[in-house]
């Protein structure tokens, strides 16, 4: 089977293109003469696959469109004609972040299954390299459903980290023996968590409407996998809404702790000048340089006035504590 990963090194815009059996099809821009059903699948960048999509695929020219427009919200949409739907899966390369989502764009007919994408996409070559084997998809629908459940399959350790990574911060605040996070380090795990519910949560209204869709609902066993990865997307668009709730009361946390700090520091502080001020004026009034200080001749002067500054402090102290201020 020929296949090309990268779209961008895709000539005629054939990532590849192939019928039921897994043999590649002579001409894949050529209509079909088949007895079963084809896989093309397109490079977006490419003049060529957009082109053919727009014109000569036989798909009505609104879903065409969306095969190929520059973005596209992820959404299911059945016509007379088909079944669209539009995808997001996390992006594994090694030189992005996951939240930097890819869409794939499926359209699937009587004819077979025609699939668009950006930028590679490895459930949809995972998928391809089962054909000629026993784990083949037996229909265009089935290869949609695979194709969802691969992309959920890539996306729940993902969200599962996020998750784990905020459990990590909270046990940290509620440790008092640890020194508390900074705020800073909840902001990029929110901004994750809130840019992969930007796309699942429309995504999973896309699932919806697939798991209803004639193609589906001919095929028990099919319409039970859906569904299933349906409950799968809709635990993890719940997990993600649960993560930035939970960062944000983490955060509170966080910017409480710090306050109840704070005040507790100025409190010492201000219990510390309240006790030296009657001291700092005592000390004020003996060292001004002018006849008649006490106790200024006597050999015992310097520790007469040490207890006598002790015993104020202690008398403050005691008043302090008497109005219940300590």
Known sequence: ???????????DGVL???????????????????????????????????????SKSGI???????????????????????????????NLDPASVPEDVKSIRVWIDQGGIVTVVKRRMRSAE??????GSSGAPGSPAEVLVQLFAQMIQFIAPVVQ???DHLDDIQDTVIDDSTPLPEISDLS???????SLHRYLAPMYDA???????????????????????????????????AIDSRASVTRDEIISQRSDQLNQRVYVLTVLAGVCLPLSVLTGMLGMNVGGIPLGE?????????????????????????????
Request: aromatic share 6%; net charge neutral.
């Open 188 to 194: 990029p795990l929110r901004l994750r968590a809130v």
């Open 126 to 131: 995972t998928i391809a390299q089962r054909f």
């Open 60 to 90: 009505p020219i609104g879903e065409a469109k969306a095969m190929v427009a520059e973005h596209a919200r992820p959404r299911c949409v059945q016509s007379d004609q088909g079944l669209l739907f539009i995808g997001r899966g996390v």
């Open 298 to 326: 006597t050999e015992w002067g310097f520790w007469l006035t040490t207890i006598g500054m002790l015993t104020l402090m202690a008398i403050t102290l005691g008043v302090l504590r008497l109005i219940k201020w300590i």
């Open 16 to 54: 590849f293109a192939i019928d039921s059996e897994g043999r590649d099809l002579t001409d894949p821009y050529a209509p079909a003469e088949l007895s079963g059903w084809s896989w093309r699948h397109l490079a977006q960048t490419s003049d060529e696959a957009r082109e053919w999509v727009l």
């Open 1 to 11: 089977m020929r296949l090309i990963s990268d779209p961008q090194l895709a000539t």
């Open 207 to 241: 699932a919806i409407t697939l798991c209803n869709a004639p193609q589906l609902t001919s095929s028990k066993a099919l319409k039970a996998e859906a569904n299933l990865i349906k409950d799968q997307l809709g635990r993890i668009v719940e997990e993600l809404a």
């Open 161 to 163: 980290d996020l998750g």
